[in-house]
Nanobody, 125 residues
Framework: QVQLVESGGGLVQAGGSLRLACAASGRTFSNYVMAWFRQAPGKEREFVATISRIGGRTYYADSVKGRFTISRDNAKNTLFLQMNSLKPEDTAVYYC??????????????????WGQGTQVTVSS
């Protein structure tokens, strides 16, 4: 069992930045591929970014590529998402997730067994 708690969300103007964090506890953090997903009102949950167990491989949704950076600190059991050049369409609840999948960078939500409670990000125009 892995427990995940997100933080760092908030209200920001378009063009601004936010840094999300996800603190993990329970099992060994470095055993899991980690990812960020998001869900906007009235829309399905969508993949944002994923990072491999040691952090050597990352993969991003086209909508955030070049603006968002996913990283992890295995010594501190923490996942991060640096979000720059934010747009109103980035407004959503952001979730971190953990996967024990053998795939280095899975992008489908069903491949992730553990989820945080989410943190709200609101970008005003």
């Amino acid at each position: 069992q892995v427990q995940l708690v997100e933080s760092g969300g908030g209200l920001v103007q378009a063009g601004g930045s936010l840094r999300l964090a996800c603190a993990a506890s329970g099992r060994t953090f470095s055993n899991y591929v980690m990812a960020w997903f998001r869900q906007a009102p009235g829309k399905e949950r969508e993949f944002v970014a994923t990072i491999s167990r040691i952090g050597g491989r990352t993969y991003y949704a086209d909508s955030v590529k070049g603006r968002f950076t996913i990283s992890r600190d295995n010594a501190k059991n923490t996942l991060f998402l640096q979000m720059n050049s934010l747009k109103p369409e980035d407004t959503a609840v952001y979730y971190c997730a953990a996967s024990g999948s053998g795939i280095p960078t899975p992008v489908l939500s069903y491949e992730y067994a553990y989820w945080g409670q989410g943190t709200q990000v609101t970008v005003s125009s």
